[in-house]
């Protein structure tokens, strides 16, 4: 493939994981509007934000299956037509209850993309490739939260909040055109894919048996849900702790998406000398302990705004490396059941994501610390489990060993 083909396919593959995260992160600066408007307070409206990534963990389960029965196209077109008619749902509620509910319905739709863009990849590249591959998506996602709050500070301060709904409405159209028109097919229908529930199960159970990606999809799912931490937490601190406006707000968090940009560079140049799993360690390591530092520094009242922003840049610049590596090594093994395994692999990050975002909310006091508690907390979390995990294979494949050695000897 050429390079405007692989440049031109890496677009749509990163519109499609992006819809999600622009989603989550374009009506962040508009949530003290929200409460006001819906007559409701700001921790109700983080409900939204949970229900989303709730509806994100649901659907992607529900698309696996269908992604790999029917091919990758269809469920695609179904998933961001119900997209678009929920954003235009959530723009036109008139009440808290009603946009949570709006909001699970428009994850529900957008997630099919999450699950999609990760299954093409193993359909269109080679594995030696697909590290690399998902860095530089995860590079085009990552630009989403330095556009995404800015805009939707922009358009709440000069607008309503219920335009951010409309364009997203519209951003949903626009990457419908693009996959009918430009994107490959990738994997055929698979009709040997029962939709049956007893075959879905033992589908996703076939999955699950694999010590490769049951390691690595909940090491990195719990790490990589640290972001959601921020992004339930951010707007109260900045904003109604720090006093930021929301055009500040929009540009604090564009200033902390450049963390993962930049680590996702880094990531091409560190693959060519290292492996992913060393990565992933070294990164976890280094995020534990920048996650203390936070705790320690809230806790004692160490950091004003701009200290508190840039020990956050550091820490989410972890982000880039574990996301990517932990995605390859946790589908590396799979040909058959590729759509299902990225449907667990996806649902289990966001359902962390929306148990974390659901703990920063009912932890609400009016500090940073439920946020950065929690960040800490994914990152330990994350290390322990890949540390344990890793250890109880090669203790397996010890004794494996071993047993072999001794039914020879006999």
């Not at 000398?273 to 920048?290: D, G, M, R």
């Not at 922003?309 to 982000?319: A, E, K, R, Y």
Request: glycine residues 10%; charged residues 10%.
């Amino acid at each position: 493939m050429s390079l405007k083909q692989y440049s031109f396919l890496i677009l749509i593959l990163g519109a499609l994981a992006t819809i999600s995260p622009f989603s989550i992160d374009m009506y962040l600066p508009g949530f003290p509007r929200i409460a006001t408007d819906l007559n409701t307070t700001i921790d109700k409206v983080q409900l939204s934000l949970t229900s989303y990534l709730i509806g994100i963990s649901l659907g992607q389960m529900l698309y696996g299956p269908l992604l790999d029965r029917f091919g990758r196209k269809a469920p695609l077109f179904g998933g961001l037509i119900l997209y678009v008619i929920a954003s235009l749902g959530c723009a036109l509620t008139d009440s808290v209850d009603s946009l949570i509910a709006m909001r699970f319905l428009q994850a529900m739709g957008g997630c099919v993309g999450l699950v999609a863009s990760q299954a093409l990849v193993s359909d269109l590249f080679p594995a030696n490739k697909r590290a690399e591959v998902f860095s530089t998506i995860t590079l085009v996602i990552a630009v989403s939260p330095m556009i995404a709050p800015t805009v939707g500070g922009y358009v709440t301060a000069a607008i309503n909040w219920s335009w951010i709904f409309i364009i997203l409405a519209g951003i949903g159209m626009l990457i419908i055109a693009a996959i009918y028109f430009f994107l490959p097919t990738g994997k055929q229908a698979d009709q040997s894919v029962s939709l049956r529930p007893k075959a879905v199960i033992n589908g996703y159970a076939t999955v699950i048996k694999q010590p490769q990606f049951l390691i690595y999809t909940l090491a990195g799912g719990l790490a990589t849900a640290a972001p959601f931490a921020y992004i339930a937490g951010s707007s109260d601190v900045f904003m109604n702790i720090y006093h930021v406006t929301e055009q500040q707000y929009g540009w604090i968090f564009a200033f902390l998406a450049f963390a993962m940009i930049g680590s996702t560079q880094l990531n091409h140049f560190l693959l060519k000398k290292y492996k992913s799993e060393e990565i992933i360690k070294v990164t976890l390591l280094y995020q534990s302990a920048l996650g203390f530092l936070l705790i320690v520094g809230v806790w004692n009242n160490w950091y004003n705004l701009y200290s508190l922003i840039g020990m956050m840049f550091i820490f989410l610049t972890g982000q880039g490396l574990t996301g990517p590596n932990t995605s390859a090594l946790s589908l590396a093994p799979f040909r058959k059941h590729t759509g299902s395994a990225s449907a667990l692999m996806g649902s289990w990050r966001m359902g962390a994501g929306a148990i974390i975002s659901a703990i920063v909310s009912f932890l609400h006091n009016n500090t940073a610390m439920p946020m950065v508690g929690m960040m800490a907390a994914c990152s330990i979390g994350g290390l322990i489990i890949l540390f344990t995990g890793s250890a109880a294979v090669r203790h397996r494949a010890s004794k494996a060993n071993v047993e072999e050695e001794i039914s020879v000897l006999l």
